[in-house]
């Protein structure tokens, strides 16, 4: 079953490849390269970024499936590069 939430970027680890969205339920998601990722690169997602969440239950629990970042929450991303 799939779900939709918003939230923000609490923890990402680009070199490890993976991080954590911090969902306005508070839920922890997480996320990695398999993640669809919409409005940025994954290399430029930083902590606190502002996002939509389409999520996806797993047996280890609950995993990001696309991640969007939401519109005006970094002004220097455009189409998903840094200008």
Do not use: C
Not at 29 to 49: M, Q, R, Y
């Amino acid at each position: 079953m799939e779900r939709l939430s918003l939230g923000r970027i609490s923890k990402i680890n680009v070199e490890l490849g993976y991080g954590f969205v911090e969902s306005s339920e508070g839920a922890e998601i997480f996320f990695s390269p398999d993640t669809i990722v919409e409005g940025a690169l994954w290399k430029d997602l930083k902590v606190n970024d502002q996002v939509s969440v389409e999520i996806t239950e797993t047996e280890r629990g609950a995993f990001a499936k696309i991640l969007r970042l939401r519109d005006g929450t970094r002004p220097e991303l455009e189409h998903g590069f840094v200008r």
